[in-house]
């Protein structure tokens, strides 16, 4: 009995997510299974290509390194000519150190007159000239609902009036005027979630941002001396707000532009904040006029480093500024081997404090991560404080990666506040946990 071709008989929108799986040459390759295969591929939803994605049949070793080849972006325009479109999704990323605009900029005109894209997505890598971007105008694609820009230089179209349906915005390294930047931001009325990273930019400090944005519920901002103002104006339902400072040293201006910014952002729920915003604000004058009445959960990354009384002032600061904190998780770095001297100095700066309404009330579950610490007994300090104060903590948690032993040992010595507390010790490695009370 002949074998049945179960296969072509299947519905049209299972070949599609049947092709949606492939590299886009193999969905191509499938036009000449049979008749009713002939235009499936043509109705492919989303394409990625490039760096870990589809190389459209690029094998030469040295793909991710060399510039970028007219023959390659051909075959690129090529397959999207024979798509049907519209694209859900468009993603290309490529590590490269030379890229054509022109070429780039042909491609999205032809996605847009495929009927645009709802997800764009631009990652270009740059070993050798990190500040050579590829520079393209982005065409008024009407339904995208998700752009993510990296390492490229955008201009918006003359007389832009929005994508009124994107949510998500993520920029980063990406050279674009204050002007339009702002214009983005003020035409994008529906955007819930918006990204802008800057680190290898080093341009003009003159970047300022009002943001108005009824919708935004998380917001991240990786920042450096480039800023001289973030406001969040209006942003009545913002959650969620991540607040890094990439500079390699801190300055006043730093400081007062991260403080400015989180004035608008007193009202989230949940905040992450990295050290150099801590090590900024240490250059100003506690205590600060604004706090965060609503934050249940805190997130902060400290370098033990750069930690001193004046940092620590403005740890416990944000402690007293969180009345009702109920989580943190606290990820503790070095970059050298610390000594007992350097563990002396942390329990000397983590002393007991006084009118910090969360530990006395609401804050339940502490999270301290040791893993990036060469020696994990110096994080045993600022866990020592959380057991020492916090009065109604449910649950002490600590990664790490070695010592399980004297972690254990040095807790068994440590002072309790709360009668509840249960603390576990987790190996990041083994995944084996320890019920230490």
């Known amino acids: 009995m002949a074998e049945v071709d179960r296969i072509s008989f299947l519905p049209e929108d299972i070949k599609i997510s049947i092709l949606s799986r492939l590299q886009v040459k193999d969905a191509f390759r499938t036009s000449a299974l049979a008749r009713s295969w002939r235009h499936v591929y043509t109705l492919l939803p989303s394409l990625r290509l490039g760096r870990f994605l589809d190389r459209l049949g690029d094998t030469s070793e040295d793909f991710y390194s060399r510039p970028i080849s007219p023959s390659w972006i051909r075959r690129v325009r090529h397959v999207v000519s024979c798509l049907q479109g519209p694209f859900l999704i468009f993603r290309l990323t490529l590590e490269l150190d030379i890229v054509p605009s022109n070429l780039l900029q042909t491609l999205l005109d032809l996605l847009f007159q495929k009927g645009g894209v709802q997800k764009l997505h631009l990652w270009f890598y740059y070993s050798f000239h990190p500040h050579k971007k590829v520079i393209f105008r982005l065409p008024p694609f009407h339904s995208l609902m998700e752009l993510r820009l990296n390492g490229c230089q955008l201009v918006l179209p003359h007389e832009f009036r929005g994508f009124h349906c994107l949510t998500t915005l993520s920029i980063s390294d990406v050279i674009i005027s204050n002007h339009h930047l702002q214009l983005l931001l003020d035409t994008s009325k529906n955007l819930t979630t918006f990204l802008y990273y800057a680190q290898d930019l080093h341009l003009a400090p003159d970047l300022a941002l009002n943001i108005s944005l009824p919708l935004l519920t998380y917001v991240q901002f990786a920042i450096n001396e480039m800023f001289d103002k973030i406001c969040l104006v209006s942003t009545p339902r913002l959650e969620q707000a991540d607040i890094f400072v990439t500079n390699y040293s801190v300055s006043e201006k730093l400081a007062r532009v991260t403080l400015g910014l989180l004035t608008g952002a007193s009202m989230v729920s949940s905040l992450y904040l990295d050290s150099k915003v801590l090590e900024a604000w240490s250059l100003l004058t506690l205590p600060f006029?604004?706090?965060?009445?609503?934050?249940?959960?805190?997130?902060?990354?400290?370098?033990?480093?750069?930690?001193?009384?004046?940092?620590?002032?403005?740890?416990?600061?944000?402690?007293?500024?969180?009345?009702?904190?109920?989580?943190?998780?606290?990820?503790?770095?070095?970059?050298?081997?610390?000594?007992?001297?350097?563990?002396?100095?942390?329990?000397?700066?983590?002393?007991?404090?006084?009118?910090?309404?969360?530990?006395?009330?609401?804050?339940?579950?502490?999270?301290?991560?040791?893993?990036?610490?060469?020696?994990?007994?110096?994080?045993?300090?600022?866990?020592?404080?959380?057991?020492?104060?916090?009065?109604?903590?449910?649950?002490?948690?600590?990664?790490?990666?070695?010592?399980?032993?004297?972690?254990?040992?040095?807790?068994?010595?440590?002072?309790?506040?709360?009668?509840?507390?249960?603390?576990?010790?987790?190996?990041?490695?083994?995944?084996?946990?320890?019920?230490?009370?």
């Open 289 to 437: 006029s604004f706090s965060f009445p609503q934050l249940k959960c805190l997130k902060l990354f400290l370098n033990l480093d750069t930690m001193d009384k004046r940092t620590c002032d403005v740890f416990h600061w944000l402690l007293k500024s969180m009345p009702f904190l109920e989580e943190l998780n606290i990820k503790l770095f070095s970059s050298f081997e610390q000594t007992k001297d350097v563990a002396s100095l942390m329990g000397k700066l983590f002393v007991k404090p006084n009118g910090v309404p969360c530990l006395d009330q609401t804050l339940k579950s502490v999270t301290v991560g040791t893993y990036f610490l060469l020696n994990v007994m110096t994080g045993i300090t600022v866990v020592k404080f959380f057991l020492l104060n916090a009065k109604v903590l449910k649950l002490m948690k600590i990664l790490y990666q070695d010592d399980e032993l004297s972690i254990i040992e040095e807790l068994q010595k440590a002072e309790v506040a709360s009668s509840d507390a249960k603390v576990v010790v987790f190996n990041i490695n083994t995944k084996v946990t320890v019920n230490v009370k």
